[in-house]
T-cell receptor, first 117, second 111 residues
Framework: AQSVSQHNHHVILSEAASLELGCNYSYGGTVNLFWYVQYPGQHLQLLLKYFSGDPLVKGIKGFEAEFIKSKFSFNLRKPSVQWSDTAEYFC???????????????FGSGTRLSIRP | EPEVTQTPSHQVTQMGQEVILRCVPISNHLYFYWYRQILGQKVEFLVSFYNNEISEKSEIFDDQFSVERPDGSNFTLKIRSTKLEDSAMYFCASEGNNEQFFGPGTRLTVL
């Protein structure tokens, strides 16, 4: 079945700690990969995306993610978190199509990140 | 920066009533989506829409649900007879340049 697994349900870190959130997807074809963030009371925002090329992608706010095709993984990292990074983080993917069409995004269950000041 | 808007932000309704959730996608986008998120659960795909017709729908999107783009700007989701389990956050998204932009969501509460 097409799915996304996020390994951590809730992560608690202190400010300045390094962050890595795990994500694995299950799909045999070519995918587009995403990380979305949802700050408290706000809507989903795109942090970063991978379509092709360099498997290490950099996003907004100092986040980056690495696509490892052999492991079907797309882990999110940040070297030093801030209190303002407190949010829910969603890994997501969709099948890459060769033709123009609407293509749904499949989301993981999310990881709640709490940063202690 | 253009953004997707949704109204209302919160809708409370009685079980069995019809609700219409409204979305204004980003102009010049061609692909539109509805997703929902039940409290504490993940975001789930409901339906995609392109060229004035449904492209794909999930198992959740049964006969009680319908979508419409009535006037070239709004994109609506109608639930004909709401059930308690329809209570969720409903997100609209529109797509341009291979990226889906999400609206702020409508929180639907069915009593």
């Amino acid at each position: 079945a097409q799915s996304v697994s996020q390994h951590n349900h809730h992560v608690i870190l202190s400010e300045a700690a390094s962050l890595e959130l795990g994500c694995n997807y299950s799909y045999g074809g070519t995918v587009n990969l995403f990380w979305y963030v949802q700050y408290p009371g706000q809507h989903l925002q795109l942090l970063l995306k991978y379509f092709s090329g360099d498997p290490l992608v950099k996003g907004i706010k100092g986040f980056e993610a690495e696509f490892i095709k052999s492991k079907f993984s797309f882990n999110l990292r940040k070297p030093s978190v801030q209190w303002s990074d407190t949010a829910e983080y969603f890994c997501a993917w969709r099948a890459q199509t060769l033709y123009s069409s609407a293509s749904k995004i499949i989301f993981g269950s999310g990881t709640r990140l709490s940063i202690r000041p | 920066e253009p953004e997707v808007t949704q109204t209302p932000s919160h809708q409370v309704t009685q079980m069995g009533q019809e609700v219409i959730l409204r979305c204004v996608p980003i102009s010049n986008h061609l692909y539109f989506y509805w997703y929902r998120q039940i409290l504490g659960q993940k975001v789930e795909f409901l339906v995609s829409f392109y060229n004035n017709e449904i492209s794909e729908k999930s198992e959740i999107f049964d006969d009680q649900f319908s979508v419409e783009r009535p006037d070239g700007s709004n994109f609506t989701l109608k639930i004909r007879s709401t059930k308690l389990e329809d209570s969720a956050m409903y997100f609209c998204a529109s797509e341009g340049n291979n990226e889906q932009f999400f609206g702020p969501g409508t929180r639907l509460t069915v009593l």
